[in-house]
Structure formats: C-alpha cells, structure tokens
C-alpha cells in the first residue's frame, strides 16, 4: 500500500511557484484542493499537479484538431 506524502503550506507554495498567501486566497476560495485535519493545511501533490494540467490553454494547432 503506497501512502501519499502530503505537503504543508511552506511545501505546496514551493511546488507550485506561488507566495503561501496566494496559496490561502485559492484555498479560503476553494479554487485548489487541501485538506485540513485542525488548523493547518495540507495539499496532496498528485491533486496539485492535476489542478495545474486543469488549467492547461490550448494552442492554435489543438483548437483546429477537433
């Protein structure tokens, strides 16, 4: 059973190239998926990368390609 290596704020804000206060804003929203056992945190990386490929913009040559 593999287990997942959940990141903190400080680890998810590094991840993602973002300031640990954009990363609150997006969460506070509910634009990005965490999860939060207390007070704190956290982000599963896998769930992070999938928010990023979400948000891919399509090239000219893949809007033709339909």
């Known amino acids: 059973m593999e287990t ?3 990141l903190d704020i400080d680890e998810a804000a590094k991840y993602l190239g973002y300031s640990k206060n954009s990363l609150y804003q997006l969460a506070r929203r ?9 007070r704190k945190l956290f982000f599963d990386p896998a769930e992070l990368e999938a928010y ?3 948000g ?6 893949e809007q033709k390609v339909k």
Request: cysteine-free.
């Open 52 to 54: 990023i490929r979400a």
């Open 30 to 38: 509910r634009r990005i998926p965490y999860y939060k056992p207390g």
């Open 56 to 61: 891919k913009v399509k090239f000219n040559d």
């Open 4 to 6: 997942t290596k959940f």
